[in-house]
């Protein structure tokens, strides 16, 4: 035997123990290491195994109309090349594996099937879209977004025939009921925990049971959007653009929400709405959740948890929105800490660095923010008025894109700061500058993190009309492609109070990391540069390919894409689109399950079209509705990865 070969079972080692491996499907250990593997086990000549070094992903061209069938679907034509100590390398091509299609049915572990994305009420009876006659459904979702992939010590579901690995899958929204009606904001989002069958050969996940999560504990779920694994093997959900308070009650969409939850327009309260779900997944595949009240009641995006355990920054999906950190009291327990918001001590703008300092909010419990959303009503907390009152007791701020008036009321600190965050940030003097803050994740090693900016407009540009100087945003033009934002961590921070906060994972400074390009419409109908980021949305990084991964939610891209930038060399590559009109969702990069890495993609309302989709709305409609039920399926699945050569070459 040549002793430059390993042994199958050496070879089966050195990928459970190995940094970096086969992005999901059918790569088997002995594929992977074809020119190192085979031979008999008993060679006590036999090197050591060659160590992995970087990944670097090989950009693909957009999808264009040439191929159109390419341009509505989930679309993949890049690579990933692997590089090893000895100078070998080896490529893989990628592609994705929808576990479903939602509106399918699929296996529910009893023996039984239940419907992907499926709504159900506060009794966990199915929501029913009764919108056209003869054609009564159970409603379903097209807008999965947030993923998590989780494994347990001790899984145990039957069905599965190598090892169980959980994924954990929550459903924003549904855009539309049958008769072309908007659901937006209507329907209580379900969230699911998936049991998926891990081939051990090949990596590859296979479903084998759908458990939909039981919410009626914690008053149901509104509008969950991105979401990301605690450091403690928990999904952390998010419930996005708050319902306000102040206007709940004439809301249509709220009342709406209302009935489909409780049965009537009026049960449902505005103040149980707008928090942080938390799920955790059963050995047996089912999930239980908790929804904690004392991270601010904002437009949560994407929270990230610093690997002290205690440190979350939070993204703010708004218009006159702030940079939020939460510090718990205790390790991998979020029911109790403190809340910050960032006031910038220094202007930010697309070619500054500046400086910031975080403003005490307040410190809770879960507990007592729930008895206070329970009992108060927002009259009882401060006022908040639309018209200039002619008092200077009262507050001029802007929310969501719109001049307020507010004054708080005697003795209410804690319940502003918990239940009327977004307004009392603006009295505390926070930098309340933000349009759409959207996906937030963390490079450990070089202890910085990262906020998406799906949009830089409005209140982030000097002189609009709602911009205001005393927040220290102020870039010079709009940029409707958006941008990342990247913040210096460090330890020592002293908040506003003059007291240091009790975490080294605070971020000091910020500054643009990258931005898109507004572009004059091109041959697709584009209006951001194709070959640049627009409107990013999710953010995930991976420490062991130093590769930040961006999903983009743009009206810009007439397809969406997932992009992979790598920090080390600056490149930015394109690995994924989504089909004509969806939104880049799901995000989530794992690097080692078992073995295996693995990157979660999903998408969310494909052939949602908008002027941007004029030139090419009627050649992709057809096709987009054969793939995706009319337009009321997405998909959740993973990128996968098979060598593009047969063996390692040097």
């Given at each position: 035997?040549?002793?430059?070969l390993?042994?199958?079972?050496?070879a089966?080692?050195?990928?459970?123990?190995?940094?970096?491996?086969?992005?999901?499907?059918a790569v088997s250990?002995?594929?992977l290491?074809?020119a190192c593997?085979?031979?008999d086990?008993?060679?006590?000549?036999t090197?050591?195994?060659k160590?992995?070094?970087s990944?670097?992903?090989?950009?693909?061209?957009a999808?264009?109309?040439?191929?159109p069938?390419?341009?509505?679907t989930?679309?993949?034509?890049?690579?990933?090349?692997?590089?090893?100590?000895?100078?070998?390398?080896?490529?893989y091509?990628?592609g994705?594996?929808?576990?479903?299609?939602?509106?399918?049915?699929?296996?529910?572990?009893?023996?039984?099937?239940?419907?992907a994305?499926?709504?159900?009420?506060?009794n966990?009876?199915p929501?029913?879209?009764t919108?056209?006659?003869?054609?009564?459904?159970?409603?379903f979702?097209?807008c999965?977004?947030?993923?998590?992939?989780i494994s347990?010590a001790?899984?145990?579901?039957?069905?599965?025939k190598?090892?169980a690995?959980?994924?954990?899958v929550?459903?924003?929204?549904a855009?539309a009921?049958?008769?072309?009606?908007?659901?937006y904001?209507?329907l209580?989002?379900?969230?699911?925990?998936?049991?998926l069958d891990?081939?051990q050969?090949?990596?590859?996940?296979?479903?084998?049971k759908y458990h939909?999560?039981?919410?009626?504990?914690?008053?149901?779920?509104?509008?969950t959007?991105?979401?990301s694994?605690?450091p403690w093997?928990t999904?952390?959900?998010?419930?996005?653009?708050?319902p306000?308070?102040f206007?709940a009650?004439?809301?249509?969409?709220?009342?709406?929400?209302?009935?489909n939850?409780?049965?009537?327009?009026?049960s449902?309260?505005?103040?149980?709405?707008?928090?942080?779900?938390?799920?955790?997944?059963n050995?047996?595949?089912?999930?239980?959740?908790?929804?904690?009240?004392?991270?601010?009641?904002?437009?949560?995006e994407l929270?990230?948890?610093?690997?002290d355990?205690r440190?979350?920054?939070?993204?703010?999906?708004?218009?006159?929105?702030g940079?939020?950190?939460?510090?718990a009291?205790?390790?991998?327990?979020l029911?109790a800490?403190?809340?910050?918001?960032?006031?910038?001590?220094?202007?930010?703008t697309?070619t500054?660095?500046?400086?910031?300092?975080?403003?005490k909010?307040?410190?809770?419990?879960?507990a007592?923010?729930?008895?206070?959303?329970n009992?108060?009503?927002?009259?009882d907390?401060?006022?908040?008025?639309?018209?200039d009152?002619?008092?200077?007791?009262?507050?001029?701020?802007?929310?969501?894109?719109?001049?307020?008036w507010?004054k708080?009321k005697?003795?209410?600190?804690?319940a502003a700061?918990?239940?009327e965050?977004?307004?009392y940030?603006?009295?505390?003097?926070?930098?309340m500058?933000?349009?759409?803050?959207?996906g937030t994740?963390?490079?450990?090693?070089?202890?910085?993190?990262?906020?998406a900016?799906a949009?830089?407009?409005t209140?982030?540009?000097?002189n609009d009309?709602?911009?205001?100087?005393?927040?220290?945003?102020?870039?010079?033009?709009?940029?409707?492609?958006?941008?990342?934002?990247q913040?210096?961590?460090?330890?020592?921070q002293?908040?506003s109070?003059?007291n240091?906060?009790?975490?080294?994972?605070?971020?000091?400074?910020?500054?643009m990391l990258?931005m898109?390009?507004?572009?004059?419409?091109?041959?697709l109908g584009?209006t951001?540069?194709?070959?640049k980021i627009?409107s990013?949305?999710?953010?995930?990084?991976?420490?062991k390919m130093?590769t930040?991964f961006?999903?983009?939610?743009s009206?810009?891209?007439v397809?969406?894409?997932?992009w992979?930038?790598?920090?080390?060399?600056?490149?930015l590559a394109?690995v994924?689109?989504t089909?004509a009109?969806a939104?880049s969702?799901g995000l989530?990069?794992?690097?080692e399950?078992?073995?295996?890495?693995?990157?979660?993609?999903?998408f969310q309302?494909a052939?949602?079209?908008?002027?941007?989709?004029?030139k090419?709305?009627d050649?992709l409609?057809?096709?987009?509705?054969?793939?995706?039920?009319d337009?009321?399926?997405?998909a959740?699945?993973?990128?996968?990865?098979?060598?593009?050569q047969?063996?390692l070459?040097?």
């Amino acid at each position: 035997m040549s002793q430059t070969l390993l042994s199958r079972r050496k070879a089966l080692q050195f990928l459970t123990g190995a940094p970096l491996l086969p992005l999901g499907t059918a790569v088997s250990a002995s594929s992977l290491l074809a020119a190192c593997g085979g031979g008999d086990d008993d060679d006590s000549s036999t090197p050591g195994p060659k160590n992995y070094v970087s990944a670097t992903f090989t950009s693909m061209a957009a999808p264009t109309l040439s191929t159109p069938a390419n341009m509505a679907t989930v679309y993949v034509a890049s690579q990933l090349k692997v590089a090893f100590d000895d100078n070998s390398t080896q490529t893989y091509e990628l592609g994705y594996q929808p576990f479903f299609v939602t509106g399918t049915e699929v296996p529910d572990g009893n023996g039984g099937t239940i419907l992907a994305g499926g709504y159900y009420d506060i009794n966990n009876q199915p929501i029913f879209d009764t919108s056209v006659a003869g054609k009564e459904r159970h409603f379903f979702s097209d807008c999965p977004d947030g993923s998590s992939l989780i494994s347990l010590a001790n899984a145990n579901v039957p069905g599965v025939k190598g090892k169980a690995v959980f994924s954990v899958v929550q459903f924003e929204y549904a855009s539309a009921d049958q008769a072309g009606n908007s659901a937006y904001g209507t329907l209580p989002s379900p969230i699911a925990v998936l049991t998926l069958d891990q081939d051990q050969t090949t990596g590859k996940l296979s479903l084998v049971k759908y458990h939909n999560v039981d919410m009626s504990k914690v008053h149901g779920l509104w509008i969950t959007c991105g979401a990301s694994l605690s450091p403690w093997n928990t999904h952390l959900s998010s419930e996005e653009y708050e319902p306000d308070a102040f206007t709940a009650a004439s809301s249509s969409m709220f009342k709406a929400f209302s009935k489909n939850v409780y049965g009537n327009e009026t049960s449902a309260n505005p103040y149980h709405y707008g928090h942080l779900p938390e799920i955790t997944v059963n050995p047996d595949g089912t999930g239980s959740v908790k929804k904690h009240y004392c991270l601010g009641r904002i437009s949560h995006e994407l929270i990230h948890v610093m690997p002290d355990n205690r440190t979350a920054l939070m993204g703010d999906d708004y218009t006159n929105g702030g940079l939020f950190m939460f510090v718990a009291d205790r390790e991998k327990d979020l029911s109790a800490g403190t809340l910050y918001v960032a006031h910038y001590t220094d202007k930010l703008t697309d070619t500054s660095t500046a400086k910031m300092q975080w403003i005490k909010l307040g410190h809770a419990t879960s507990a007592e923010i729930e008895a206070l959303a329970n009992t108060v009503k927002p009259t009882d907390i401060m006022e908040s008025l639309t018209a200039d009152p002619q008092d200077a007791s009262y507050t001029k701020v802007f929310l969501d894109g719109k001049a307020a008036w507010i004054k708080l009321k005697p003795g209410m600190e804690k319940a502003a700061a918990f239940l009327e965050t977004h307004r009392y940030a603006n009295l505390k003097g926070g930098s309340m500058a933000f349009t759409k803050m959207e996906g937030t994740t963390i490079d450990i090693k070089d202890k910085v993190a990262f906020s998406a900016l799906a949009n830089i407009q409005t209140s982030m540009i000097e002189n609009d009309a709602v911009w205001d100087a005393k927040h220290n945003v102020s870039f010079p033009k709009t940029v409707k492609a958006g941008g990342i934002l990247q913040h210096d961590l460090g330890a020592g921070q002293k908040d506003s109070d003059g007291n240091t906060i009790q975490s080294d994972w605070v971020p000091t400074q910020s500054h643009m990391l990258m931005m898109g390009e507004d572009i004059a419409s091109d041959a697709l109908g584009n209006t951001a540069h194709p070959d640049k980021i627009a409107s990013p949305d999710n953010l995930k990084f991976s420490e062991k390919m130093r590769t930040l991964f961006i999903g983009e939610d743009s009206g810009n891209h007439v397809n969406n894409f997932l992009w992979a930038y790598n920090v080390d060399t600056k490149q930015l590559a394109r690995v994924l689109s989504t089909p004509a009109g969806a939104e880049s969702t799901g995000l989530h990069a794992v690097d080692e399950i078992n073995g295996w890495t693995y990157i979660q993609s999903n998408f969310q309302h494909a052939g949602d079209w908008s002027s941007l989709h004029a030139k090419i709305k009627d050649q992709l409609d057809p096709l987009i509705n054969a793939n995706y039920k009319d337009k009321f399926g997405a998909a959740v699945g993973y990128v996968t990865a098979t060598p593009a050569q047969p063996s390692l070459s040097k």
